[in-house]
């Protein structure tokens, strides 16, 4: 979350607009920035928001604002409306609707012709994927050119173990309840980024965990079209985790 706010402050300061991509958790970061930024008294008015992803059906339509579980929802309770009087104008707040994600890539284009900085925050899924660009898209495509060249999916058909992980993280175990579609950016994107803040908090306790083979993969491995998140490393940034993670990875009776 500070980091978050310091890339805010920083490109405030200087002047200049940033297109961020935002990721929905560990959403207690929000609380971090929108503190950092009331307490710098730095208004968000030069930040253009964009939501990497959102739970979809395989035609890409969205769940509606209202819901409780829609990405858009979590975002403005958690960030958005919080920041009040230093927060990011509405028209300048993107979400992955069918409508609105295929004009990503020419919004944040437009955005970096001017002068903006492109941010890009993230976190690392189970089975290594940025956003929801899962690693069973690798073999839709001919070459790594091509598969970078990919900005964005509607419908995506989400990963087993992605369905998986959300339902422990986010639905309470129920495994029933998690889409098994979204929208998604793609590399033609995440890629492009000027900065990036990666962070894993995948930590359950008493010495359980999910993340940390994700986390080494990610580091250790590739890069790799199968493992979208081993790309990451490449770019300019910061990576935040939690020490468990760090291992040693060794079985434990829990």
């Known amino acids: ?16 607009k940033l297109a961020i ?11 971090w920035v929108v503190f950092f930024l009331k307490s710098w008294g730095i208004g968000a008015d030069h930040v253009y928001g964009f939501n990497m992803d ?21 975002m403005e309770n958690a960030f958005y409306g919080p920041l009040g009087e230093y927060t990011v104008p509405e028209n300048q707040r993107n979400f992955a ?10 919004k944040i284009q ?5 002068g903006a900085e492109l941010a890009v925050v993230f976190g690392i899924g189970r089975v290594f994927h940025i956003a929801f660009w899962e690693p069973h898209f690798a073999a839709e495509f001919s070459s790594e050119e091509e598969w970078k060249r990919q900005t964005h999916r509607l419908g995506a058909k989400l990963h087993p173990l992605t369905i998986e992980q959300n339902a422990l993280t986010s639905f309470k175990s129920r495994t029933t309840l998690v889409p098994a579609y979204a929208n998604t950016i793609g590399p033609g994107l995440f890629l492009k980024a000027d900065w990036i803040i990666g962070g894993c908090d995948g930590v359950f306790g008493r010495g359980m965990q999910w993340q940390g083979l994700s986390l080494w993969v990610t580091l250790r491995y590739g890069p790799d079209i199968w493992v979208p998140s081993s790309y990451m490393p490449s770019l300019p940034g910061k990576l935040f985790f939690l020490k468990e993670l760090a291992g040693p990875l060794e079985a434990e009776c829990n």
């Open 54 to 74: 959102e739970w979809a059906d395989a035609e890409g339509n969205t769940l509606p604002p209202s819901n409780h579980g829609a990405f858009q929802y979590a």
């Open 1 to 16: 979350g500070h980091e978050i706010a310091m890339t805010i402050r920083r490109t405030k300061e200087a002047g200049k």
């Open 110 to 114: 437009k955005l970096i012709d001017s």
């Open 97 to 106: 609707t069918r409508s609105n994600l295929p004009e990503y890539p020419e």
């Open 21 to 31: 991509i935002l990721p929905v958790g560990p959403m207690g970061m929000y609380r």
